[in-house]
């Protein structure tokens, strides 16, 4: 009898490590293109939280990740990336995309097609928010409709009476832009002239000009801060048409001020950045990490979150199956709604492990203080800046 017991005892065992898997997680994000400077901080991150449940030594499976490069603003090159990694690699999830149009192709002709869960930390165009998704998609980072009403806050409180406006010619431009005219027009605000620019050119005198036969009180740049968001603010500074200017998310990093100089100071405005606890315990563990990252910069702190919702799903679910474990994300995120649920900053993925094998539940707070509203993006903390010698420095959380 004992020796049926042993035996029965070593085929569980055989049983339980069979059904563990090393699961791959692609991190498709804009590696070139216009917010290169942004994404070795946002992947490192990520993958410092699949290191961190790793090491646990508390997960049912083993987290890998592959890199997809999205370029952000290419959707065939998108697209390519992220068909390799699920029909090449056998990703069960990805981190991303990054911008805002690619997002979107990625969505609709790759992953919806083959049921693959997206947590995007930085795409925010609002459009996202009505796009068909079958629950499968879901973003750490707020919709652009809520920053366009954060902007002209600020601007309107600076007694900023009217702006030129111009936008990358992009899903995501073209979204904010929108949001920022209509929330700043709701104010009273005029808006002198929205037009679009391309990134990547290597003149924009003729947009400029445009711009400053507009005026306006402020030029307002809804761009990138590594290609045409840059190249509008240095040929604006070139002629004196405009010398401050307004920024939205994507021109922060601290690539547009090492590249602007001096004359960047004085500028402001507003990027998606929480000031939750989590976000200062991601900081040290960002600054130890190897290889280290920036907590600090734009979108980090939402990609260290996607990558634990999606582990932290499948582990609650029991399954890598996209169609069981996405629709554990909103719990895990959210908690009980009577707020019983263990609150889960960076650094405690191995105590929320041992707590969902427990039963318990758990409410994932993480870096970027996660809510997820609506269907199932983030509800969105903004840090109000100035730019003062060259750095970002906080004005206020709104």
Not at 165 to 171: F, P, V
């Amino acid at each position: 009898m004992k020796k049926l017991l042993l035996a029965a005892s070593a085929c569980a065992l055989m049983a339980g490590a069979a059904a563990a898997e090393d699961v791959k997680i692609g991190i498709l994000i804009g590696f070139t293109g216009p917010i290169e400077s942004l994404t070795s901080h946002m992947a490192n991150a990520a993958e410092a939280a699949m290191a961190e449940v790793n090491n646990s030594g508390k997960a049912k499976n083993t987290y890998t990740s592959v890199r997809g490069d999205s370029t952000c603003t290419d959707a065939a090159a998108a697209t390519a990336a992220a068909e390799r990694m699920i029909t090449a690699e056998g990703v069960k999830g990805i981190i991303g995309g990054d911008c805002s149009g690619v997002t979107r192709a990625v969505l609709t002709n790759v992953a919806m097609p083959n049921g693959i869960v997206m947590v995007s930390p930085s795409a925010t165009s609002p459009a996202l928010t009505a796009d068909p998704d079958n629950g499968l998609f879901f973003r750490t980072a707020p919709s652009d409709a809520r920053e366009g009403e954060v902007m002209a806050d600020i601007l309107t409180e600076k007694g900023i009476k009217s702006i030129a406006l111009t936008y990358s010619n992009s899903d995501y431009g073209k979204g904010l832009a929108e949001s920022i005219a209509a929330a700043f027009t709701a104010k009273g605000g005029t808006v002198t002239i929205n037009a679009a620019h391309d990134d990547g050119k290597a003149d924009y005198s003729a947009e400029v000009a445009a711009l400053a036969a507009a005026g306006g009180d402020l030029l307002v740049v809804a761009g990138y801060l590594d290609q045409g968001g840059k190249g509008i603010i240095q040929a604006s500074l070139d002629t004196g048409a405009f010398t401050t200017f307004g920024l939205p998310g994507g021109m922060v990093g601290d690539s547009l001020p090492a590249a602007i100089g001096p004359d960047l100071d004085g500028s402001y405005g507003q990027v998606a950045q929480s000031d939750s606890p989590g976000a200062a315990v991601l900081q040290e563990m960002g600054k130890a990490n190897d290889p280290a990252f920036d907590a600090t910069s734009p979108y980090t702190p939402e990609s260290y979150d996607a990558a634990a919702l999606i582990i932290l799903a499948m582990e609650a679910s029991g399954s890598t199956d996209p169609a069981v474990y996405k629709e554990k994300i909103l719990e895990i995120a959210n908690g009980p709604a009577d707020g019983s649920g263990t609150k889960i900053l960076p650094g405690e993925l191995g105590k929320a492990l041992e707590l969902i094998a427990a039963g318990t539940a758990i409410d994932y707070d993480g870096a970027s203080g996660v809510t997820l509203i609506g269907p199932g993006e983030s509800a969105g903390r903004y840090k109000q800046f100035e730019v003062k010698g060259g750095k970002y420095e906080t004005v206020q959380f709104r």
